[in-house]
């Protein structure tokens, strides 16, 4: 049985529509929200591109901010958007950093006791396209693909890079280095006025260093003058959404 | 001597920037912010074009969730938009509802002694350009032209038509009743989903009837399945952006 969903809202946007939702996670064991953009055509056979939101962010910033609405209508693409983190859990500690626990999932599993329902991989890889495939016909969930931006992009590339959840290792340059037969082209673009970039915590080369040693095929774009903002975002996401959409086109 | 200004804030976006300022606004008597996108080129002569948005928004929304920015870009207009009323006096009563006193200025001049720092016609009109004409030599603003949506959208009608501040009414559809000689065309778009047009709260299409009164040329269009929100606007502000970008063109 699909999965119930309580639709909060719905505006049009470039003749599809922006759609939220509420639902109760069994992973997370909280209620979560999220977001999906359905393009205007067509009826079905619709693939499905998810984006993975920075820290901080709920579901509702990138639909807000990205503009990315305009290119997944003209590629006929959904975009689905889940949030960051479980919320309303009352965990002690929870919300004392911008980076850790409420809005700071980082789509991994915790193994730590505490935060055990902290399991945002297994709700983004597993109970969210489930929740999605039962609930909307026109989407074909198995042509998917996955993006995303800072915490987000990184769980972008894990994601896709673990393919199955065997590994404890959360870490992209990591998973890239034990994988000599990755064949999907990978884009990334970063801002070089991106002031994470400069306090080393973002280490774009390092994970091209990876890249190139075991000959994954990643292109790494830096953008003068740009910082981590949505603005960064809105101004290249079109060039992301045709990416996926070469690899995302329904027979 | 031009007006102070302190810049708060530069994000790149489309090759153009995301500027934020505030100062000390003698119109109002009270610290102001506004922001501005300047487009990438070119040096000299950008024409500019005033967003004025809705109740309960300061300058950020439209900057934030619009996407003008990629036409504002396109075209090499700047985008200048100032905040919705004064913010700080703490008037009594001045925050009690979302359409009235703060986030609610209307774009007009109170009559009323205590409302008497709310001035964002004179803000708009006179202080406003100065301040922008005065600090951004690359800027020519006598090539400018104004929009807007919901209180912003009705204010930039009036602002429109007044031409000076001779009149005491600020009603768009009064004022282009007295008016005969309207030639440049007025562009509207409206949602036939907005809670608000339902609510007899917009009325465009009393609007209509007097442009068609006095000959004034008028393109109104209904749009199936669009409300209120910034969803809608970001769908058709390329289209507001290029209907203004006729009248804009430097030489």
New interface residues.
Partial sequence: MAAALEQLSS?????GF?LRFRHQSATLGCSMTFSIYMPPSPASNIPALYWLSGLTCNDENFI??S?A??AAAAHGIALVVPDTSPRGLNIEGESDSYDFGVGAGFYLNATNEKWKNWRMYDYVVKELPKAVSGNFEQLNTSQASIFGHSMGGHGALTIYLKNTDKYKEYDATCLIKKNNNVSTPILIDQ?D?DKFLAEQQLLPRNFEEACKAVGAPLTLRMQP???H????I??FVDDHIAHHAQFLKSA
């Fill in positions: 505006s049009k946007m470039f003749d922006n807000m901010k503009g609405q305009r801002g006025a003058g740009y910082d903002s949505y603005y960064f809105a101004t």
